[in-house]
């Protein structure tokens, strides 16, 4: 991902510089994970995520049939098989996907826009003498 998208990841990233107690990310380099098991969506965007989401489809290919994933504003309509990929601004195109019979997952990686306040402020802890933030000063950002 970082050679395909550097910039987003390199966005992604400055979140993961100042994680609570400076754990490391178990889905670098995103904040997030989302496991969807047999789920059908009505047409969302997701306005907290931040840039871009990562999509893997889990399916029994055999046995299962339908659950594409569209994206209405670009006009796309993705039969996606098992181990595929994709990547897109979830908070700014609106997508769901259809019925489907068999079984169906998805893992869905992202990070939230509502981490901006972590860094400005450590989302008004910041100053607070019974807790030691690293936040944007202190990180450099």
Request: net charge negative; glycine share 8%.
């Amino acid at each position: 991902m970082e050679k395909i998208l550097p910039g987003q990841v390199e966005e992604l990233k400055m979140y993961l510089e100042v994680l609570p107690f400076q754990q490391a990310s178990a889905v670098y380099p995103f904040t997030g994970c989302v496991l969807n098991i047999n789920v059908t969506t009505q047409v969302h965007r997701d306005p907290n995520d931040k840039e871009i989401c990562l999509v893997i489809a889990i399916t029994d290919s055999l046995n299962c049939e339908g659950g594409e994933l569209c994206l209405m504003e670009p006009g796309l309509v993705l039969a996606l098989r098992n181990g595929d990929v994709v990547v897109f601004p979830s908070c700014k195109i609106s997508h769901f996907n259809l019925h489907f019979k068999g079984r169906r997952a998805s893992l869905v990686f992202q990070s939230d826009s509502r981490f901006d306040d972590w860094l400005k402020d450590g989302n008004g802890w910041d100053g607070n003498i019974y807790i030691r933030l690293c936040t944007s000063r202190d990180a450099g950002l």
